[in-house]
């Protein structure tokens, strides 16, 4: 009967909501969790708490313009926002209860939004490529609006083991099930592979490649490396990109053979 319910619109739509404040509740917690972690006071807490639980909604439903933001519009967003962040305040985890629970929040919260996302866009009478794009949107804005406030690399570039992937990944899996016509198939199956693929991108080391690894293998590119690495080109590393046997001429580096008498041009 609870299947049977959410596949009517009433039930999709309370479930929807029921998500959205769960993600934004854990999502206050992690960015409260980050501001202990920064020694931050009461007030900071509240701002990255603010920030990391309502940012990707309130991104998502401007970029969707089917209406105000709903964090501006349902009373109970804002307080469950600062209700996660006082959480953090109050409650001191020690350090290995706390890698645990980050991890499966941090997942959850992946997929949950990723299912609103869907759905908001859905509603919004758009089609499955911007739900997927809104769902990626949902799942990973947040984060990185609080990571760019907080002056550090947003987690959604990489280096991370598995992030955005995960909410495409979702959001694809929310998609599939939605034309199916079993959404309520799609929200489960959604939030189990996003906790599987980043328990297996945390503890397996799951990722995709970089190309960090990789450099130009020209003379150029190593007369670059090295100066990237020197921090200073030598007045002399310049004789490196002049041809053997080139003429030299107006703005030309030119270097005298000890044969060669003095004023005579080769």
């Known amino acids: 009967m609870v299947c049977m319910n959410l596949l009517t619109p009433e039930g999709l739509a309370s479930v929807t909501n029921l998500l959205d404040l769960a993600g934004v509740l854990a999502s206050a917690l992690l960015g409260g969790s980050i501001a202990r972690s920064m020694d931050f006071d009461l007030f900071g807490f509240l701002v990255v708490g603010f920030v990391s639980g309502l940012g990707g909604g309130i991104l ?5 313009q089917n209406g105000p933001p709903v964090a501006l519009v349902d009373p109970l967003y804002v307080p469950v926002a600062l209700a996660g962040a006082l959480v953090a305040f109050f409650v001191s985890f020690s350090e290995r209860t706390w890698d645990r629970l980050f991890t499966v929040l941090d997942a959850a919260v992946i997929g949950i939004w990723s299912v609103v996302g869907v759905q908001r866009t859905f509603d919004a009478g758009l089609g499955w490529p ?42 694809a899996a929310m998609v599939v099930a939605s034309y199916a016509g079993a959404p309520s198939i799609g929200i489960i199956v959604a939030i189990v592979s996003s906790l599987g693929l980043r328990w297996g991108a945390v503890r397996r080391g799951w990722g995709l ?24 080109v030598r007045p002399d590393a310049l004789r490196l990109l002049r041809r053997p046997g080139r003429r030299s001429g107006l703005g030309s580096v030119h270097e005298q053979r000890p044969d060669e008498p003095e004023g005579q041009d080769t």
């Not at 990789?214 to 150029?220: A, F, G, H, K, V």
Request: proline share 4%; no cysteine; hydrophobic share 45%.
């Open 209 to 232: 490649p970089n190309g960090r690894d990789w450099q130009p293998q020209s003379r150029l590119g190593s007369l670059l490396r090295r100066g990237r690495e020197l921090r200073v």
């Open 60 to 64: 998502r439903d401007t970029l969707l």
């Open 130 to 171: 911007a739900a997927i794009i809104m769902g990626t949107i949902t799942a990973v804005g947040g984060g990185a609006m609080r990571d760019l406030l907080l002056r550090r690399v947003p987690a959604v570039f990489g280096g991370n083991a598995l992030y955005a992937t995960v909410a495409v990944a979702a959001s």
